[in-house]
């Protein structure tokens, strides 16, 4: 039995996910990020299960308050609280991907305070939240991307402050990229991330550029910015991915390297997020999966905490580790690792056949 936490559910005696719904959240993974999914079938087997659960919670999650209907994007948010607690309770939902994370949180000691900032990062989107300063954005990527960094890393089974520290960086410099390469996107859905402070350095006034988006040299500036601080919270992450099972650090090192490639495609496309949207090609993507291999130095992990980031950290440290006494998700893990790697063949041989000219 694993050490108690009032906030996480003693073990069931069987799982709440069944085979039909791991194949539902693999199914979500695929269909919501290739990115991501090409790099998580470097996973080993009983990590890339638990991987998608999480994976689909999330992306279920910011759906469900994307495609809220107007004014009803904070009713969402409170239902999607609401599931949280029952997974927490051993009550999960009718889905799969809620009984997925009520299975998750107990195996590796998740606390609720992780996907609780999640949820508060959504709820700033529902709210429709504007940031002054790169701080203010960071603490916004400390909840919608740290907050899922952290959990993929304690479910690696690393729990080491510093470790944590630096998946969270990683976070905080993909949100970034994804802020910097959908900044049209985003305008024309409403929505603004850019610092409003940068945006009077520059002259542009938000609204007015919210109602007629535009690519400027003065919002290349802007982008410049952005990718240039991702790129320093890249560099500190690297050192935490050699903190990390040997098993585990190529799909991560493989995601790191491809979101920063985002950023090497926006700089070709001349820096214009606004006309187009950059993506990684298929055959620079699987260069990137080799790339990601190689072993790189862990010097430098115990660099500070990002200020923004350092809640997520000291909430792990005061969960207890689960026991390491073998339970249900051990078997399955050991039932499902032969079929799982027979699949993982398959779907590399795909990726490779999608890449090939």
Not at 184 to 202: I, K, N, Q, S, T
Request: hydrophobic share 50%.
């Amino acid at each position: 039995m694993r050490a108690s936490s009032p906030d996480i559910a003693e073990p069931s005696a069987e799982p709440f996910a069944s085979e039909g719904d791991h194949a539902a959240c693999r199914a979500s993974i695929r269909a919501g990020s290739r990115s991501f999914y090409a790099a998580s079938l470097l996973l080993p087997p009983r990590t890339r299960r638990a991987a998608y659960g999480l994976y689909a919670f999330c992306r279920h999650s910011d759906d469900a308050v994307d495609e809220a209907r107007p004014g009803t994007s904070a009713a969402a948010v409170a239902r999607l609280q609401a599931r949280l607690a029952r997974a927490y309770a051993g009550e999960p939902a009718d889905n799969p991907a809620d009984r997925a994370l009520a299975d998750i949180v107990v195996a590796h000691a998740i606390p609720r305070a992780l996907p609780e900032a999640l949820l508060d990062g959504l709820a700033w989107d529902a709210g429709g939240r504007r940031y002054e300063t790169l701080s203010d954005l960071c603490a916004y990527g400390a909840r919608v991307a740290s907050s899922v960094g952290a959990m993929m890393t304690l479910i690696m089974g690393v729990r080491e402050a510093d470790a944590l520290a630096r998946a969270c960086d990683l976070g905080v410099a993909m949100q970034l990229t994804n802020i910097a390469r959908d900044v049209g996107e985003d305008a024309r859905a409403g929505r603004l991330y850019l610092p409003l402070r940068w945006l009077a350095e520059e002259g542009i006034d938000p609204d007015a550029f919210l109602a007629a988006p535009a690519a400027s040299p003065a919002l290349s500036r802007l982008v410049t910015r952005l990718l240039e601080a991702a790129e320093v919270l890249y560099a500190r992450s690297e050192a935490g991915i050699g903190a990390l099972p040997a098993g585990c650090r190529p799909a991560i090192r493989a995601a790191r390297l491809i979101y920063a490639e985002i950023g090497r495609e926006i700089e070709r496309a001349g820096l214009d997020s606004v006309s187009g949207r950059a993506r990684v090609p298929g055959r620079r993507k699987a260069t990137l999966l080799l790339r990601a291999a190689v072993p790189r130095s862990a010097a430098g992990i115990s660099a500070p905490c990002l200020p923004e980031t350092a809640f997520l950290v000291a909430a792990v440290a005061a969960v207890p580790a689960p026991a390491a006494t073998p339970g249900w998700w051990d078997i399955a893990g050991q039932v499902v690792r032969v079929l799982d790697m027979i699949e993982t063949l398959r779907e590399r041989e795909a990726l490779a056949r999608e890449s090939a000219p």
